[in-house]
């Protein structure tokens, strides 16, 4: 099924991929598409970390964190009173409207659906 989303790349993005997040903190992640509770978001059983904030000095993943969960939303987390996100909410963390986003738009058109920051990778 295909949404009404984007990556980085002008790319569709469908249920069934998979989307690497690149945090402005420094932070990488991936994650599976899906659709639940009514949007489309991320799988948080299927996410997996592949780079720490900068400043995480705790040893373990990341995306184990209570943040992390609070920002998928997901309760088994932790995370309890957190509904989940949509996927256009997850991705949007763009830094700078005007150096980091409007150059897309520019490239890829406003029409095709939002742009976010976000790639497809191979599953």
């Not at 295909?2 to 690149?22: C, H, S, V």
């Not at 991936?30 to 995480?56: C, H, R, S």
């Not at 996927?87 to 058109?109: C, N, Q, T």
Request: charge should be negative; hydrophobic fraction near 35%; proline fraction near 4%.
């Amino acid at each position: 099924m295909e949404t009404d989303l984007r990556d980085m790349y002008g790319k569709k993005i469908q249920i069934g991929d998979r989307l690497k997040f690149a945090h402005y903190d420094g932070c990488e992640w991936v994650g599976l598409v899906i659709f639940e509770d009514g949007v489309v978001t991320v799988d948080p059983y299927d996410a997996m970390q592949i780079k720490n904030p900068t400043k995480w000095e705790q040893t373990h993943d990341w995306i184990k964190s209570r943040w992390w969960s609070c920002t998928v939303g997901y309760g088994e987390f932790g995370s309890w009173n957190c509904p989940r996100n949509p996927l256009s909410k997850i991705a949007d963390m763009w830094r700078d409207y005007d150096l980091e986003l409007k150059p897309l738009y520019d490239k890829y058109g406003h029409s095709g659906g939002r742009i976010l920051k976000a790639a497809i990778v191979l599953n």
